[in-house]
């Protein structure tokens, strides 16, 4: 099965700050990437479907990149209500995986 | 518009055979490409994928679990059925049904979320 590395797996920054995930697949996955935020006692919502696509009604502060083994998720402008976890999940032809997920405070 | 909701039992016993049920709404698992899939989420850990069930009865499990993982569909009552046997304290976790729209893998809408926990 592939395996997807998620980093860091928590950080703190500032408002307005500029924030980078990374997900790393442990063989060429493609652009079948899809990163989601999860909020605290909620189900997680899609924001970013095949490496770089914004999905529907997500704030363009959200982006994607990346295609074969790694890949960047970013937050341009870090807001208040941009605390959650978030997480990358890989399809592989077969089966799918997620990230170990990334926890985002504010400092 | 879209919604799912998971269903079946809050606690389970050690050995007891879980039977989870996510009735949806909104679309039609007989639509080509159309797929339904189950997640859970340990408490404080992160989303495990579990099983997914195609448009045309294709189905799909996790390695780690596929031995003790059922999935089926009643189209008739827009309903996917997941079992999962043997089921052990470790198993504790909110399950999760989810929407894979048609041709693409990746889970545009998700259900609430039903937590099992495992004890005796």
């Known amino acids: 099965d592939i395996q997807m590395t998620q980093s860091p797996s928590s950080l703190s920054a500032s408002v307005g700050d500029r924030v980078t995930i990374t997900c790393q697949a442990s063989q060429d996955i493609s652009n079948y990437l899809n990163w989601y935020q999860q909020k605290p006692g909620k189900a997680p919502k899609l924001l970013i479907y095949d490496a770089s696509n914004l999905e529907t009604g997500v704030p363009s502060r959200f982006s994607g990149s990346g295609s074969g083994t790694d890949f960047t998720f970013t937050i341009s402008s870090l807001q208040p209500e941009d605390i959650a976890t978030y997480y990358c999940?890989?399809?592989?032809?077969?089966?799918?995986?997620f990230g170990g997920g990334t926890k985002v405070e504010i400092k | 518009q879209v919604t799912l909701k998971e269903s079946g039992p809050a606690l389970v016993k050690p050995t007891q055979t879980l039977t989870l049920t996510c009735t949806f709404s909104?679309?039609?698992?007989?639509?080509?490409?159309?797929?339904v899939s189950w997640i859970r989420q340990p408490p404080g850990k992160a989303l495990e994928w579990l099983a997914h069930i195609d448009w045309d009865d294709d189905k799909f499990y996790s390695t780690s679990l596929k031995t003790r993982l059922t999935i089926s569909k009643d189209t008739s009552k827009n309903q996917v059925v997941l079992t999962m046997t043997n089921m052990d304290p470790v198993d504790t976790a909110t399950y999760y049904c989810?929407?894979?729209?048609?041709?693409?893998?990746?889970?545009?809408?998700w259900g609430q979320g039903t937590l099992v926990t495992v004890s005796s």
């Open positions: 989810a929407r894979i729209p048609r041709n693409s893998y990746y889970f545009d809408f």
């Open positions: 999940q890989q399809y592989d032809n077969v089966t799918l995986t």
């Open positions: 909104g679309f039609s698992l007989t639509t080509s490409g159309m797929r």
